[in-house]
């Protein structure tokens, strides 16, 4: 081989090699961008679910200290009491909520006593407003009141269940729809000659209302 071949056989070389080495750290560097490309996106999504599960826990937390304030606002527990002609019925309900008694039964003459419960304020009473808790007592015997009852049953828009509290009293629970309106859970209690119902009309206050209808007791 002369020594002019040898030159162009080693510049080939040397061209395949540079050109070889040139692709490699191309796609070395193309990798190298492709990955940290990656690597700042999969961080991007960690950090943002990191992110989302803290502000998610805060208000979790925060959350569940509210509703342990709002518990705690309602003790001391008042006592609601009934009028001493209509059996003396008394139970325990929040603090934080208002009592109005719609009926003044010191006349006498056999009228449904009306009581209504609500947080802050008692709203304006119609059958299509929804209120924490309705009592009536009504000059009318148990299975009577009950039987006003019966239809809703038979169609299913209404469970009925035996209930009892911690005072030995009995009676129905009534779950359903009471009106087109008002969805709700009421006790249906036997008072000698006369019947007491306390039905709150929404979900949102069955924690208070069971809390309510464990204190209930009257004079038998």
Known sequence: MTKQSYKRSFLSGSTFAIIGLSLLAVLFGGF?????????????NLDSKITAAQAEAKKAQADEDEKKFAQREKQ??????????????????????SAYQATDVSDGGGKTYEAYL????VPPVSDKQK??????IEQKIYDKALADYDNQIRKGEIKSSAWSNDKGL?????????????RGTAVVIKMR???????????VFNDDYEALIKTIKFNE
């Open 193 to 203: 000659d006369r019947t007491l119902t306390v039905r709150t009309d929404a979900d």
């Open 131 to 136: 209120i924490a808790v309705r009592v009536t």
């Open 118 to 121: 609500n947080p802050r304020v």
């Open 76 to 97: 001391p527990m008042l006592q609601f009491v009934g009028p001493e002609d209509y059996g003396r019925l008394t139970f325990d309900y929040p603090k934080t909520w």
């Open 170 to 182: 009995t009676g129905t629970r009534l779950v359903g729809n009471f009106t087109k309106d008002i």
């Open 32 to 44: 190298s961008v492709w990955a940290y490309s990656n690597y700042t996106e999969a961080k991007s």
